[in-house]
């Protein structure tokens, strides 16, 4: 079916999700990923899912029905597809609310596909060759890359739009490069990426202060569910920090690896993805080196850093949600200078508030300077009242650094 149907993607990354088209067309497959915003959206979501329901579920669910609404699309030739988690988490559950919305508008005939790597919906799940994964792993990786270097070149341009409009123009270049799936011009890539970025006018008399995000995957990297939060804090003269979404991927394997320690799972396997592990983490190292090198810009963490400032506050078997990954990230931040965090999380998602704002309190004693804030996102919530918070802690931010300066 795949080569006559347009298979519709929710929005989450917006640099990374630019290079899935082209990167699944190379596998038959008609992707096009939603921008649809707007209150409209949300009223979607409210309208086809409890609003108890995770924040992001409605948002992604919302965008899909709003999207179909519009009359663009062939309905007789058109499909969703959304991911899973398989975890302890409501993600898992994506799949059969999407089914349920769809019914409620008549349109139980669209199929819906489930991208996961767990098994789960066998029947109607996404085919991950080797090819497609070795490109999907390249964007990723890729899309890392533009998505940290941007961050520290956008607080500073002297035109504004032009960092946006460089990345642009790299995609464009990129897709050729990259779609046979061999790394082997990542080098070259990655030093043509630098110098794009340091070719961007930029007006660095004054440092601005760094401003860590992490939280909920969905809310950490979607402009819809965050409320475009990194926009945001370069509006109010902050640089957002974010770790990459390989990173997460990585927290999935690193889980895995300590089932088979744990509770000895994954016995066939287990060897299969120490090997996955240490690629990835050697394909990272590519990019870090060479930033460390040129100079210019600041290197993103070894995850193996990550992974062992998680493990001096909280146990890796905590591992619902984000787990350990979150409280290793805010901890990776203090330690590399960026003690202003913003955890991002849907009200009501248990493994989050647990783990993210129950770890506050342990890393606030250890890390006194730490200023951290949790902002829940949720249908009721308002953006007034969201961004008073965030202003709160962007103030004591800039108080801290009047106070170093005086000093």
């Not at 006559?4 to 917006?14: A, E, F, H, R």
């Not at 088209?21 to 309208?47: C, D, H, I, M, W």
């Not at 998602?349 to 993210?356: E, F, G, S, Y």
Request: hydrophobic share 40%; proline share 4%.
């Amino acid at each position: 079916m795949k080569k006559d149907y347009t298979i519709l993607v929710p929005s989450m990354l917006p640099i990374h999700f630019r290079l899935l088209t082209p990167v699944f067309a190379k596998s038959g497959y008609k992707l096009e990923v939603l921008t649809n915003e707007g209150e409209q959206v949300r009223e979607e979501g409210l309208a086809h899912v409890h609003n108890d329901t995770c924040y992001p579920a409605l948002l992604v669910i919302g965008q899909m029905i709003d999207a179909l609404k519009s009359g663009k699309y062939d309905m007789d030739h058109v499909a969703c597809a959304i991911t899973q988690t398989a975890g302890g988490c409501r993600a898992s559950n994506y799949l059969s609310l999407l089914r349920k919305a769809l019914a409620m508008e008549g349109w139980q005939h669209i199929p819906c596909l489930s991208a996961n790597a767990n098994g789960l919906e066998k029947g109607s799940s996404v085919e991950f060759t080797m090819p497609l994964i070795l490109r999907i792993l390249n964007g990723a990786l890729y899309g890392d890359a533009l998505m940290w270097l941007s961050n520290q070149v956008k607080p500073y341009e002297l035109e504004k739009g032009a960092t946006d409009k460089a990345v642009n123009q790299f995609i464009d270049e990129l897709i050729p490069m990259f779609e046979h799936g061999s790394y082997k011009q990542s080098k070259r890539i990655y030093k043509k990426m630098l110098e794009m970025f340091k070719a961007i006018p930029q007006d660095r008399t004054q440092i601005k202060i760094r401003i860590g995000i992490v939280g909920e995957i969905y809310m950490k990297y979607s402009p819809l569910g965050n409320q475009h939060l990194e926009d945001y804090l370069i509006e109010e003269g902050f640089e957002p920090v974010l770790s990459g979404v390989m990173d997460f991927a990585l927290y999935c394997v690193e889980n895995s690896i300590i089932d088979y320690e744990y509770y000895h799972m994954h016995e066939k396997n287990h060897y299969i993805y120490n090997i996955v592990k240490d690629v990835i983490m050697r394909m990272q190292k590519t990019f870090r080196d060479i930033v460390k090198k040129d100079g210019t810009f600041i290197a993103p963490d070894d995850f193996s850093e990550v992974i062992g400032n998680g493990k001096a506050f909280i146990n890796p078997g905590v591992k619902m949600g984000e787990g350990w990954l979150l409280t290793g990230e805010v901890v990776s931040l203090i330690k590399s200078g960026v003690t202003n965090v913003i955890s991002v999380q849907p009200f009501g998602c248990l493994p989050n508030h647990i783990v993210a704002k129950g770890m506050v309190r342990k890393i606030k004693d250890e890390y006194p300077k730490a200023n951290i804030v949790a902002i829940d996102y949720d249908p009721s919530a308002s953006k007034v009242n969201q961004e008073n918070r965030i202003r709160l802690m962007l103030a004591n931010a800039k108080l801290s650094e009047e106070m170093k300066a005086s000093i």
